[in-house]
């Protein structure tokens, strides 16, 4: 097993192959690291985007609310029209707060008709309320500024004004006016406490918009509160804009549907008061909250970040993506599990590895190529010289010509080989002749053996008939015994297995002449067959063979002679009807098929008995290791002799 690590083709391939294994290793791990960074920098980077995205687009819902809001605080019209709306309202109502007293509510009206100019021209103490017409139609005059205000495209659904004391009108799905208790309302005293700006408050389920949607789920609203002023900076009411949750927050719904990272989407505030999810356990996201608690206002304004976190419930690996709004003072925060965001990452290295891997590999086979390229011309002409026989010297069938390697140190070494066999065939071809004429007197000495052999039994046929007076056939006969004797007399060793067949059937012809109904035969031979080209006198003594034995016992006597091609070969049997081989006389016949065999030396032939074993040698002088030679007695009675070789 060692040995073969110390060939020429071990040595070059594995040189070869650890040159190439740790080029390419290095290659690849570095183009994994850099493509790794490249990516994990793309997926933070769209992670970011995603955020800024959810935050423009929750700001951008916000603004919208909030220069609704603007329009509202600077427009005088609107002021103007809901005081004097207000006080109309003040005017035809006959109950109050319940807590005032008549002189009370007498000294509010004549204070808000002083502002309004409706008190003065009529004469102390003298106030003309306004119909019931007049105050529909100054309703509708406010619906349509507060129309005018929202917009046309309506970028909220609901907008309110409210007076300090318990009087508030709506534009939008609920339209009209209303009574409220400003001590019910948790944002009343925030905004009075808030001189300029804005508030914006949690989100809350709100039934009244919920309404207004075929869903039969609870609604949320958020809303966007602020104060407005008369022309001497007082204070005179608070407008509040609202819209519904799923609306500013939409973006991230759509994402927190569909998305393939698995990301959770946090939005809160500095007090850490979680605004999204809904009805979210504000101690569960309490380690993501606590993130920009303790930073200032310039800290927590400045550009996106990126942190790796570790989940304190789940110890996993986070990426988080925190924004923060200046409009809202709201934190956006995306949470993303490291392992798949960057999933990409490690798909990318899992193909980058096995790429590598093929690449590899192909290139180790490449390796392996060019080293056989250089080690196969020699194990060529090692298995030129192993396999090289002496008939084979100078005939070109084991080494060609040229060798072709393109290595010319290999092909002068196979040219030397060519001409060193060349010279051996000179050598040798005086000893072949001389075996090729021994071959050729061994098939003539066999051959004309079997001559006398049948012209013994033939004429031992025409004595018997002599006997019983078949002149007839005797005349027949003797015609048949010329065809026999100018047969026998050529000299050509090998016939065609058409030639064979026809004197074989004469012979038959003269036996059947001899035993007329007692003897049936029959040829079944492939056509294909009939130019064969066999030893002459191998069927015949077959035939004559089955017909000597056959006869030795009771009528009819039956000889059937078929031939068949398979694949390569032809197979020839003759099988008669007879008592078949006795297990002495197929003994010794093997026996002397052994010894010719272990010998290979022709032995001396008797005229008694010599037939069989004298085809047998004949057919293996003729065929070599390919030649049929098949005795066997039949399981329904008789004997088969099957003969064959090569096509």
Request: aromatic share 10%; charged share 20%; with cysteine.
């Amino acid at each position: 097993m060692l040995t073969k690590f110390k060939t020429i083709q071990a040595v070059l391939f594995s040189t070869y192959s650890l040159i190439i294994f740790i080029v390419f290793t290095v290659l690849v791990v570095w183009l994994c690291l850099w493509s790794s960074d490249l990516l994990k920098q793309n997926a933070t980077d769209s992670l970011a985007s995603m955020g800024r995205s959810m935050q423009e687009h929750i700001d951008s819902e916000i603004q919208k609310m909030n220069d609704v809001s603007l329009n509202v605080m600077y427009s005088n019209l609107v002021k103007n029209h809901f005081k004097r709306y207000t006080s109309e309202m003040l005017d035809q109502t006959q109950t109050g707060d319940g807590n005032d007293t008549d002189t009370d509510r007498e000294s509010d009206r004549e204070s808000d008709k002083q502002k309004l100019g409706l008190s003065g021209g009529m004469g102390s103490g003298s106030f003309q309320s306004v119909s019931k017409s007049q105050s529909v139609e100054n309703a509708k005059a406010l619906a349509e500024i507060l129309t005018a205000a929202i917009g046309p495209s309506r970028p909220v659904e609901q907008l309110y004004l409210y007076d300090f004391k318990n009087k508030m009108y709506g534009n939008g799905f609920d339209n009209g006016e209303r009574t409220y208790n400003p001590a019910t309302k948790p944002w009343f005293k925030a905004v009075i406490a808030m001189q300029n700006g804005k508030i914006i408050t949690l989100p809350v389920p709100d039934e009244e918009m919920s309404r207004y949607i075929s869903s039969s789920d609870m609604q949320y609203s958020v809303s966007l509160f602020r104060q407005f002023y008369d022309n001497y900076n007082d204070p005179t009411g608070i407008v509040e804009v609202k819209q519904y949750y799923n609306r500013i927050f939409s973006s991230i719904l759509a994402f927190t549907g569909d998305n393939p990272y698995g990301a959770q989407v946090l939005v809160y505030n500095d007090n850490g008061d979680i605004i999204y999810p809904l009805q979210a356990d504000k101690r569960h996201y309490a380690a993501y909250t606590s993130l920009t608690a303790g930073k200032t206002n310039s800290q927590k304004q400045g550009k996106a970040s990126y942190l790796s976190f570790i989940n304190p419930n789940t110890q996993a690996k986070e990426l988080l993506s925190l924004h923060r709004s200046e409009l809202t003072g709201w934190n956006t925060l995306i949470i993303v599990p490291e392992s798949k965001l960057l999933a990409p990452v490690f798909a990318f290295a899992k193909q980058t590895v096995l790429v590598a891997f093929v690449i590899l590999l192909f290139a180790i086979m490449l390796s392996y190529a060019a080293s056989k390229r250089i080690t196969y011309p020699i194990l060529k002409i090692h298995r030129s010289i192993r396999g090289m026989r002496l008939e084979d010297l100078g005939t070109g069938r084991v080494a060609s010509q040229t060798l072709g390697s393109g290595l010319n140190e290999l092909d002068q070494l196979h040219i030397s080989f060519v001409r060193m066999s060349s010279r051996l065939k000179e050598s040798m071809d005086d000893l072949l002749l001389s075996q090729s004429q021994e071959m050729q007197a061994k098939l003539i000495a066999l051959q004309s053996q079997m001559n006398p052999h049948f012209l013994y039994n033939t004429l031992a046929t025409i004595h018997a008939m002599a006997e019983e007076n078949m002149n007839e056939q005797i005349v027949a006969m003797t015609e048949n015994m010329s065809d026999f004797l100018r047969y026998f007399s050529t000299d050509a060793a090998i016939v065609s297995l058409q030639d064979e067949l026809l004197h074989t059937g004469k012979f038959l012809e003269i036996n059947q002449i001899r035993f007329g109904q007692k003897l049936h035969y029959v040829m079944e031979v492939d056509e294909r067959m009939r130019e064969l080209r066999i030893p002459k006198l191998v069927v015949q003594p077959l035939v004559e063979n089955a017909l000597k034995f056959g006869t030795q016992h009771e009528p009819p006597w039956q000889i059937r002679i078929s031939g068949k091609i398979g694949g390569e070969d032809w197979q020839l049997e003759v099988a008669d009807n007879g008592p078949g081989f006795s297990e002495e006389s197929l003994a010794h016949l093997f026996a002397r098929i052994r010894e010719v065999d272990e010998t290979h030396a022709v032995p001396v032939l008797k005229l008694g008995g010599m037939g069989l074993l004298n085809i047998y040698i004949r057919m293996k002088l003729t065929y070599g290791d390919a030649a049929v030679f098949q005795i066997h007695n039949r399981p329904e009675g008789g004997a088969a002799i099957r003969i064959g070789g090569k096509l």
